[in-house]
């Protein structure tokens, strides 16, 4: 089974900061990761699909990248409705696998 | 409107069962392929299985912690979904989704239900 980390578990940031989270596959998962954000008592909406690219009405300012075992989700210029927890989701094989989540808060 | 309302939460104690139902509407449900997701209290997102649909033989797949005591089935004439949990672990106390599996899937659900609570205590 596919092992999925996520560093770091947990940041604050400041508006307009640029953030970076990291997505970890424990063997090469090629593109078919997601990304998804998650606000406090709401579904998971997903951002970005095949590592890179940008869901439809998702701002610009999120982008991801990777392939293989490594990922990254950067949002440019952190906006306050941006504070949530991210997730990271393999789906190249089964089981599927979600990473433990990166939380953003406010510093 | 596209819809999906769990339902069959509740309190069972450990060992025990608990059968999660998920109705449908508002889409073709035989068409898609439908997955459970849970999210135990303050915790993160844990994939629990998949159905397939009719085509693909209504397949099923099950994470490596519910293989074995958990089970998905599917009425497509009743356009529901089910999840079958059997011997029970305090570990399995969570919010489950059911999630639409997207046409072309890349990972996107489209929609998730509400969420239905299962808490397994003593």
């Known amino acids: 089974d596919i092992q999925m980390t996520q560093s770091p578990s947990a940041m604050s940031a400041s508006v307009g900061d640029r953030v970076t989270i990291t997505c970890r596959a424990s063997?090469?998962?090629?593109?078919?990761l997601a990304w998804f954000q998650q606000k406090p008592g709401k579904v998971p909406k997903r951002l970005i699909y095949?590592?890179?690219s940008l869901q439809s009405g998702v701002p610009s300012r999120f982008s991801g990248s990777g392939s293989g075992t490594e990922f990254t989700l950067t949002i440019s210029s952190l906006q306050p409705e941006d504070f949530a927890t991210y997730y990271c989701?393999?789906?190249?094989?089964?089981?599927?696998?979600f990473g433990p989540g990166t939380k953003v808060d406010i510093k | 409107e596209v819809q999906l309302v769990e339902s069959g939460g509740g309190l069972v104690q450990p060992g025990g069962s608990l059968r999660l139902s998920c109705a449908a509407s508002?889409?073709?449900?035989?068409?898609?392929?439908m997955d459970w997701v849970r999210q135990a209290p303050g915790k993160g997102l844990e994939w629990v299985g998949r159905?397939?649909?009719?085509?693909?033989?209504?397949?099923?797949e099950y994470a490596a912690s519910v293989k074995g005591r958990f089970s998905i089935s599917r009425d497509d004439s009743k356009n529901s979904l089910y999840l079958q949990m059997n011997s029970l672990k305090n570990e399995d106390t969570a919010v489950y989704y059911c999630?639409?599996?997207?046409?072309?899937?890349?990972?996107?659900?489209?929609?998730w239900g509400q969420g239905t609570l299962v808490t397994v205590s003593s």
């Open positions: 999630a639409r599996v997207a046409i072309g899937w890349a990972g996107e659900y489209d929609p």
């Open positions: 508002g889409f073709t449900f035989s068409d898609h392929y």
């Open positions: 159905i397939k649909h009719k085509g693909n033989s209504y397949t099923t």
């Open positions: 063997q090469g998962i090629s593109n078919s």
């Open positions: 095949s590592a890179s």
């Open positions: 989701l393999q789906h190249n094989s089964y089981p599927l696998s």
